[in-house]
């Protein structure tokens, strides 16, 4: 239900940087003698494009404290889920975990939801803006190509041959794996109504669609670890989409032996 207070299309979002400075449509920070955290400024330049990009696509946000929020930032929340990934997956496989993490941060930073006025190059344009949301950062200006190369390469949901180098393979890993297990059931599920209207019975097609498609997400995997968190993603949700068919098309049918458990109350 929308927030008695929520604002119609047209709400300004927060702001994310004070100061002078704008950067592709995004406030930035005035940068002084001393550095900026990279990491708080990928956040924070994230954080203000797509509360933007939300709001322009739901066509109404959330009054809180005086400030316009969006009914739910899908893109933020994939990009979150991917960066945590990155923590997870980088060390494990010896990559650069300044390249992952800031690629994680910024592979979506120019992506918008459902624009049809525009052509997907959100890959080519997030690269291009790299260099800028780093100016006056902390992060390793050695290390800026690789991180553009990572971005750059992170697209689709299939590939014929492994990426490299490992950060890259990395990064396409980690946004895909987010796109896989529960989280990516919230994710999907809350974003869903904006795009057309839902029902329970939407859901499962769609969602046993999927299944077919995770398959060959899994069987892309560059890294060993993350094919092995993949395949474990994906019996979760067959396991997830088994038990709302039968809720929701024979709630007589018993379920498997073994898979449920009763609790005492």
Known sequence: MIHPKAKAKGTEPRAA???PKVHGGVRMASVSSSTVDWRTRCEEYLRAFTDSDSIRFWGIAHEVDGKAEPIFNYRFEHTLAAVKLGRWLGPQVKADLDVVECALWLHDCQKKL???????THAVDASAEVPEI???TDFPQAKMAAVCHAIEHHVGLRLTKKLSPIETACVWDCDK?????????IHFGCISGAFQPITTE???VRGEAWLELCKVI?????TLPGKVEAQRR???????YRQLGREWRDPMEPSPIGSTKILDP
């Open 177 to 185: 794996l987010s796109k896989l297990g529960a989280a990516s059931l």
């Open 134 to 136: 780093l100016r006056g």
């Open 114 to 120: 459902k624009d049809p006025l525009t052509k997907d």
């Open 234 to 240: 994906l019996a979760f949700l067959r396991a997830h």
């Open 218 to 222: 899994v069987a892309s995997m560059n």
């Open 17 to 19: 940087h004070p100061g």
């Open 202 to 204: 939407d859901i499962l």
